[in-house]
């Protein structure tokens, strides 16, 4: 049961690196190294994470596509594939409430499609951050943030916790 809490929540937590970090009617590659820790009887858990994702958003819609890469300190490895979509109640850059779904497909283990409820404002040249909510079993609170560095590139910092997991990301974003 321990395992599959650890790789079920890997999954999710990663999935937050192809978050709507864009500008309406946008394309961004995102590239991400991203360390989760666990507390309690998850105080062994470190497993880092390396994902590649495109996202798109148009107006009120984004999408990402993503694949990732996951390694523990025991030489266990999990590659996984994910999308992720999202509707805004507006448009994205202006900041907006929105509904949408992350889906995470393992090469080991179930498929997984979850509820995310957020807000996130996105802008290619102004700070841009989304909250979030996701709906699993234990419940994920997350935030990250996109800092643009010039026209075309910006960094992404997050942090995620479902209660005995926590995630910590850093990556580059580039915009086309």
């Known amino acids: 049961m321990k ?3 650890i790789k079920k929540t890997i999954l999710a937590l990663t999935l937050l690196t192809l978050a709507p970090i864009s500008l309406a009617n946008s394309n961004f590659v995102n590239v991400s190294y991203s360390n989760l820790s666990g507390s ?15 996202t798109g958003v148009m107006e009120n819609i984004t999408y990402s596509v993503g694949a990732g890469f996951l390694e523990d300190d025991h030489g266990n490895n999990l590659d996984f594939t994910a999308l992720s979509g999202r509707i805004g109640l507006n448009n994205f850059d202006l900041g907006t409430a929105y509904v949408g779904f992350s889906h995470a497909n393992p090469s080991e283990g179930n498929s997984e499609t979850d509820l995310v409820l957020g807000y996130a404002l996105v802008s290619k040249s102004e700070l841009s951050y989304d ?12 935030a990250s943030v996109r800092i643009p ?3 075309s590139t910006g960094i992404i910092l997050g942090i995620a916790d479902d209660g005995d997991l926590r995630q910590a990301t850093i990556g580059l974003s580039l915009s086309f």
């Open 149 to 151: 560095q010039n026209e």
């Open 40 to 54: 309690g009887q998850y105080s062994s858990v470190d497993v880092d994470g390396y994902t590649l994702g495109y």
């Open 3 to 5: 395992i599959y809490k």
């Open 131 to 142: 909250i979030s909510y996701t709906d699993t079993p234990d419940p994920i609170i997350a």
